[in-house]
């Protein structure tokens, strides 16, 4: 569900490219379970097996344990040891075989979607990234301002004792003055400029009693120098990365007392609003740096309350609905035709022609789309051109709703055509031959017998093909991107899929709103999850007849 | 029985063995970034502006007794630098345009960056007001680029003085069938604010009011106010339903090429296209983007390409020294402009290749009114539905209701 979501990064999804998958291998119930070889191979691929599982847990650990998360670890050792215990016991035959599917379709499936219902209960966005600590240091650091008519110092970083771990101290230089002064966390003190040397630009090379570090050296007590705050009267000299330091001031700071942001020049206050994750001020005004709250069901509420959402939303589904079939559709019955032709036994240098039909299929289709996209430029494109014609076709709605099917015909056709040339083969040819002994038409024994049995292989496969372009954000938006718009709405085009209109609402506006896109995305997989169900349970009454 | 015992036996010391190679190998691993000697400073720049920065921030760690290494991120440079640096995994320094600035403050990405007055004022005084955000600087610019008007000069020798003069000039070259098209403005489908916004200025439109420190105010929107309704009727009489000027079908993937291609005389552009058009040899000038006659003057956004310090980054201090202190040097900005044609923001980078760059100029002269690309979160708001109802007017809807609903639709994403 996130990955349309991400935007264009998708775009090497095909339509129908999703491998069909094989059914896992059943345990040989037949033969009892002492009777099983033992063979060299087995131990050893066990051997490496666990052993990568057990190198993986070790590698996993380290962040954990740096992290301090002890129910993660709990959890990753108890995983680890069941994993262990599942493979070296001769007991549990069929969790074998299942856990390791489990374990996958939990890493990569239900968490995903679990972390999407979780997201879509939060805030969570551009300017509501982290916890309310990160938007406090980031409020104060950015308001960090050099005290107006203050000394620039040279700077040069310095310690009492070993570089690495003794105290930090700032030597600065006054440019004008070539005063050296040394200031630590209690304040600034001049030193005798006997005891230092300082190079032209100011900076102090060598002071008695003081160790000058190197970049090298001071870079790796990088965060003590940027928290280093040497107090003045009139603010406090920090330094400007390692070779400069000013006086500065910050001038906005939290207040734990009245759980505010205070302006010290001001006296203006932010208040924490805690349903919001902002600092708000008396009359409205928010601080940018936020943070990330529950907001319970606001981000539902707002698809369904919102007008601009909820409004277009009824005509949106009913084209993503003709799209998706439309697609799905077309490029089945497309596939299915030039596999009957190529099946017919009369056909001559059929192998010629499918390596020519698939050629669609070989080629990126995010280029195809955007290749196609500029075929059918009103001007300039080739379709026009070729044709004599002067169709705005992205201009207006039927002919860019045309367009995209079109595009969706050719891009996905090869597809469904080899999957139904695999499955005409596998139909013996005894079923239509007795079909003409019994004097049916060829039409009839198509009717009759090829296409339901083509229908049971292939059914799944139209379902999953459906699923994926009901949500095929690439070939909307590497296309038409929803145009055309009618003039008085710009958030809803006519070729807009859900997914696509969906995507402009969370994340064309100010920023991304990561909380609100993933409680769309619950609504679009209710819907696609109603369909398959329905769908899958269609052809399972489907099967039961013709099997 | 004997068989099974061994071999799970062999099986448990050859599991152990592993996972304990696989302890040691990670070890030293986990241990290294933090503890190398000095660290390594980290900067994250797209594929061209790596190339560039590399020599330079390879240099700065050779002096400097540090490792220094640039990463390429040729996708969202933005968005992967938000999320990676909220995960604690960013660089110390990111190079990017300054229209994210709004962006990554309010997400606490990058720390302001403290000039000196002298470093300041060693910049073009645009580049720094396109850096400052809320009254902070949070960057060091290097580049700048905006909009301009080239032409082929064999074609048109005369640089027009009003769009009117312009389409005159075109339409005559276009009934005399040496071009195809009047002008070579990109639209496309959805509107393309960035390269309208000249005409939408000219014509008296704005997008944000100014606050009283200078500072765009995300609450005063210009669009669907009055002014941006006389505007757009301006455009749309140079749209497809009239003088058939600005065309949707133009869009960003084939107006350079037409203007190449010698099928329109005129195109408005940016510094990115001059390596095209000296490419196809065609004689070209490049002036300001004409006004509209009587109207104001055609205002192009101006963009800052800068250097920003990451506010979570392991080598602040180090990555502060870097961005403050050494990316002010015009050597630097001199090898950017080598890598990439854009006039530097540095004064002096600026005069020494203004010399064997007449172009460069020419750009800043066409820029010289330009108003600073908002950095306004807000701003973000603006793009889509601005470029739509462009697309729309051109189209041939209506403006007075067609902006309208661009200005509801925008002021209501704005929070």
Redesign the interface.
């Known amino acids: 569900m996130s990955t349309p979501l991400s ?1 264009p ?1 998708s775009v090497t999804r095909t339509p129908g490219r999703e491998p069909a998958g094989s059914p896992p291998p059943r345990p040989r119930a037949s033969r009892s379970r002492d009777d099983a070889p ?1 063979t060299l191979t087995g ?1 050893a691929g ?2 490496l097996l ?10 996993a650990a ?2 954990l344990v ?1 992290a301090e998360m002890w129910t993660g670890l709990a959890l990753l050792a108890a995983s680890t040891a069941g994993l ?1 215990y599942l493979y ?1 016991t ?1 007991r549990h035959i069929p969790a074998k075989y299942l856990v390791p599917g489990t374990l996958f379709l939990i890493a990569f499936q239900v968490f995903p979607v679990l972390y999407t219902a979780s997201t879509a209960f939060t805030n969570f966005g ?2 509501h ?2 916890s309310k600590d ?2 406090i ?2 409020i104060g ?6 005290v107006p008519g203050s000394t ?1 110092y040279a700077l040069s970083i310095a310690t009492r004792g070993d570089p690495a771990t003794g105290p930090l101290l700032f030597l600065v230089t006054d440019p004008a003055t070539r005063a050296v002064s040394v200031g630590d966390a209690k304040g600034l003190r001049p030193l005798d400029a006997a005891d230092v040397t300082i190079a032209t630009g100011g900076k102090v090379t060598a002071a008695d009693g003081y160790n000058v570090l ?7 007590r ?2 003590e ?2 928290d280093l705050v040497v107090p003045t009267a009139g603010g406090a000299v ?7 330091a ?1 006086e ?1 001031k910050a001038v906005r700071a939290y207040d734990a007392g009245c759980d505010c942001i205070r302006d010290t020049e001001t006296g203006q206050t932010w208040t924490a609003d805690e349903q919001a994750g902002a600092f708000v001020a008396a009359d409205g005004e ?1 601080l ?3 943070w990330k709250v529950n907001v319970g069901l606001k981000n539902f509420t707002r698809v369904l309350t919102d007008e ?1 959402i909820s409004g277009p939303f009824l005509g949106t589904l009913v084209w993503n609905f003709a799209f998706a079939i439309g697609s799905t559709g077309g490029t089945f019955l497309l596939g299915m035709l030039i596999a009957l032709v190529l099946h017919s036994p009369r056909m001559r240098g059929t192998n010629f022609y499918r390596v020519l039909l698939v050629l669609p299929y070989a080629m990126p289709s995010f280029a195809m789309l ?1 290749a196609w996209r ?1 075929m059918f ?5 080739l379709i026009n051109s070729l044709f004599g014609l002067n169709v ?1 076709w ?2 207006q709605e039927w002919t860019a709703r045309f367009a995209v099917i079109l595009v969706q015909l050719w891009l996905g056709y090869p597809y469904m055509f080899l999957v139904a040339t695999g499955a005409l083969q596998a139909i013996p040819r005894e079923l239509t031959e007795a079909t003409s002994v019994d004097g049916a038409s060829p039409w009839q024994s198509f009717r009759a017998v090829t296409l339901p049995l083509l229908l049971v292989a292939l059914s799944p496969l139209l379902i999953s093909s459906f699923a994926f372009n009901f949500n095929n954000f690439n070939a909307i938006y590497l296309t ?12 809803n085009g006519a070729t807009d899929l859900l997914i696509t209109y969906t995507y ?1 609402l969370a994340f ?5 709103q990561f909380g609100f896109a993933a409680a769309i995305s619950l609504f679009i997989f209710a819907i696609v999850a109603v369909v398959s169900a329905i769908s899958f349970r269609r052809t399972r009454k489907q099967e039961e007849v013709y099997a | 029985m004997r068989i099974r015992t061994a071999g799970v036996v062999a099986l448990f010391a050859l599991a152990l063995a592993a996972s304990g190679c696989g302890g040691d190998s990670d070890k030293p691993a986990a241990k290294e970034t933090p503890k190398a000697a000095g660290g390594k400073l980290v900067i994250w720049a797209d594929d061209k502006r790596t190339a560039a920065v590399k020599p330079f921030a390879e240099k700065f760690g050779q002096e400097n007794g540090v490792t220094v290494e640039v990463q390429a991120v040729s996708k969202d440079l933005q968005t992967n630098f938000v999320t990676a640096s909220q995960q604690g995994s960013g660089p110390d320094v990111v190079v990017g345009a300054h229209d994210w600035i709004g962006n990554l403050v309010q997400n606490g990405a990058i720390d302001p960056v403290q000039l000196a007055a002298e470093q300041k004022s060693a910049f073009n005084e645009t580049a720094v007001k396109a850096v400052t955000f809320n009254g902070q600087v949070y960057g060091v610019p290097y580049a700048q680029e905006n909009l301009a008007l080239i032409r082929n000069t064999e074609l048109a020798p005369e640089a027009p003085k009003t769009i009117e003069d312009l389409v005159a000039a075109g339409k005559k070259l276009k009934a005399a069938k040496k071009v195809t098209e009047t002008l070579c403005l990109q639209v496309g489908q959805n509107g393309d604010a960035y390269h309208i916004y000249p005409l939408y200025t000219s014509a008296g439109g704005y997008l944000f009011g100014t606050g009283a420190n200078g500072d765009y105010d995300p609450k005063d929107l210009g669009v669907g106010k009055p002014e941006s309704v006389e505007a757009f009727k301006k455009i749309g009489a140079l749209g497809e339903k009239g003088e058939g000027v600005l065309k949707r079908s133009i869009s960003d993937t084939n107006s350079i090429s037409t203007f190449t291609s010698k099928k329109c005389a005129y195109l408005v552009s940016g510094p990115w296209a001059v390596a095209d058009v000296k490419k196809a040899n065609i004689s070209y000038d490049i002036s300001a983007i004409p006004g509209f006659a009587g109207g104001k003057e055609a205002q192009p956004f101006v963009g800052v390409q800068a250097f920003y310090v990451a506010a979570k980054g392991k080598n602040k201090a180090l990555a502060q020294e870097f961005v403050a202190n050494y990316t002010t040097t015009p050597e630097l900005a001199v090898a950017l402009y080598n890598a990439e044609p854009r006039p530097p923001a540095l004064t002096a980078a600026l005069d020494q290749v203004k010399g064997s760059d007449p172009d460069l100029a020419k750009f800043q002269e066409a820029g010289k009114n330009g108003q600073v690309l908002p950095a306004i979160p807000a701003m973000a708001a603006i793009w889509d539905p601005f470029g739509k109802a462009e697309a729309a007017v051109i189209g041939g809807a209506d403006p007075t209701s067609t902006i309208t609903t661009a200005g509801k639709t925008i002021s209501g994403q704005i929070k």
Request: net charge negative.
């Open positions: 935007g990064e033992i131990i066990k051997v666990l052993g990568l599982t057990a190198g993986i847990a070790v590698w380290f962040p740096a262990f070296l001769r551009d300017g990234r982290g990160e938007a240091v980031a650091s950015s308001s960090v301002t050099q620039e190197t970049f090298g050296q001071a870079n790796a990088s965060k120098i940027t920090r330094s400007s990365g390692l070779s400069r000013y500065g928010r940018a740096q936020g601009n955007l500029d430029n009103a001007d300039f494109g705005d992205f201009g038409t991107e929803g145009a055309p718009f009618p003039a008085d709405n710009p958030t402009r064309g506006g100010q920023g991304a």
